[in-house]
Each structure stands twice: as C-alpha cells, then as structure tokens.
C-alpha cells in the first residue's frame, strides 16, 4: 500500500510513533505500557514497528490473506467464527467422523 507507515492517511502511526495530535486517535493501554512518558512511548512504538516480519511468518500472513483466513491461534480464530457465525480458517481434511446411535447403527456426524 504504501512505502512507510506514516505515508498512509489513515494510519495512527503518526500519532503513536511521532506524538503527532490527532483527535481520532485514543492510547490504548498497550501503547501506554511502552513507557512511562510520551517520548518512551513514540521511540518503543517505532522500534516495535521497525522490526522485521520473518520470511515465514510474512509467507503465512500472505497465505491467510490470500485464503481469507483468520491469521492467529486457535483460540483466536475460535472466537472470530463464533462472532461471524462462519469458519475464519480451514476446514478439517477427510471425511466427517461417524457416531454410532442408541441403536448401534452409525450415524453421519453432519
């Protein structure tokens, strides 16, 4: 999208890394828990930033992107499933598993 984080209009990089005001943007407290003054805050923000996505890891965010997958732990993608009422994320391989029932003959599992 664009070359560097503070280039895209939208971003609170500014804010966050330069302490620039913006009164659409609110600290979390996250942000706040990088230092104990706004000087701290900017400079860790910005180092946090800087810091490189391994290759794998970028590969793995670009397959999720691609597939429309939620991109994070299970418990994660769990709870964005149950919020969207739809799967976030790969459906199981093979066959659905079958139960047996009351009478002992198997069911379908779907």
């Given at each position: 999208m664009v070359e560097q984080p503070g280039?895209?209009?939208w971003s609170s990089y500014g804010s966050n890394a330069s302490g620039v005001f913006d009164p659409l943007v609110r600290p979390h407290s996250a942000y706040v828990a990088l230092g104990t003054n706004p000087e701290q805050r900017c400079k860790a923000y910005r180092?946090?930033?800087a810091e490189a996505i391994g290759e794998i890891e970028l590969d793995e965010i670009?397959?999720?992107?691609?597939?429309?997958y939620a991109f994070g732990p299970n418990r994660f993608r769990d709870a964005i499933e149950a919020q969207l009422g739809r799967r976030a994320?790969?459906?199981k391989i093979g066959r659905p598993t079958k139960k047996m029932s009351a009478s002992g003959a198997e069911e379908s599992a779907l």
């Open positions: 280039d895209y209009r180092e946090f930033v670009r397959l999720h992107l691609q597939r429309q994320g790969p459906a």
